[in-house]
């Protein structure tokens, strides 16, 4: 399967300070890759080179021809629309996913229209859409901006963080919300989280970042991995993978692994 997006020898720099240091990933059609890693190892500097909005130091990312094409799904960690005076309304958001691709942007068709209604059906906001976004919960903030991200039908999503500052049963539903995009929908999706039980249970790889890439692989290879016990300690591990519950990989309280 030829890749869909290929990151080679990336470093990033911001002036002496070098915030990521020859990165290498390959990235296919399908993937749901978890991102992680501690506080200033990287991730969200990662995500902005993916998007172009800041420039390698060293090395490349390169794209497909099929995604250069289509186009790429973005959900921001800060949401500066939560504000309650933000005068925007909910399709007017969505709306916004749909610019890129139109020559006259000031113009939507009905088909566009109709759309921006299928998507936020989906996502069960269909009757906030004359909302004003800023009187939403922040659950239902996330998921208009998600409508946002996918209305364009993107082959690649990127979401920083989504889930920070959801309830527990939020958290679950717009887990299972990516899930589904991913499997019924084909979309390759990167997610960076701190939330290293769910990374486990609902994404197919993990990248651990630590200004390098510390692993990449599967969870259940995280937790099964020698070096990776090496680098974080047993405990840690073990505080990392006992909580993936799908049977596959899992560290028992008594610290050993179940297959």
């Excluded at 082959?155 to 899930?179: C, G, H, N, W």
Aim: hydrophobic residues 35%.
């Amino acid at each position: 399967m030829n890749s869909l997006m290929n990151i080679e020898d990336l470093s990033i720099q911001y002036g002496s300070h070098e915030v990521l240091s020859k990165i290498h990933v390959q990235i296919y059609p399908g993937d749901y890759i978890g991102i992680v890693g501690p506080n200033g190892s990287g991730k969200t500097t990662l995500m902005k080179a993916i998007l172009g909005l800041i420039s390698p130091s060293h090395g490349k990312i390169e794209f497909s021809s099929h995604l250069k094409k289509k186009r790429i799904g973005y959900l921001p960690q800060k949401n500066i629309m939560s504000d309650p005076l933000f005068p925007a309304k909910v399709k007017e958001i969505v709306s916004i996913g749909l610019l890129s691709q139109k020559k006259f942007p000031h113009f939507f068709s009905q088909k566009d229209y109709d759309r921006i209604d299928e998507v936020l059906a989906r996502l069960e906001i269909l009757d906030l859409k004359n909302n004003k976004i800023g009187n939403l919960s922040g659950g239902q903030q996330q998921r208009v901006l998600l409508a946002r991200a996918i209305v364009g039908n993107p082959s690649l999503l990127v979401l920083d963080e989504p889930t920070s500052a959801m309830d527990p049963k939020i958290r679950e539903e717009f887990y299972q919300i990516l899930k589904e995009l991913n499997t019924k929908d084909k979309v390759t999706i990167l997610l960076v989280s701190h939330d290293m039980g769910s990374i486990g249970k609902y994404t197919q790889k993990m990248l651990y970042l630590d200004r390098k890439v510390i692993f990449y692989g599967t969870y259940d290879e995280f937790c099964k991995s020698s070096e990776m016990t090496q680098y974080f300690g047993q405990f840690t591990q073990h505080q990392f993978c006992w909580r993936h519950s799908d049977g596959k990989c899992c560290w028992t309280h008594s610290g050993s692994t179940q297959v």
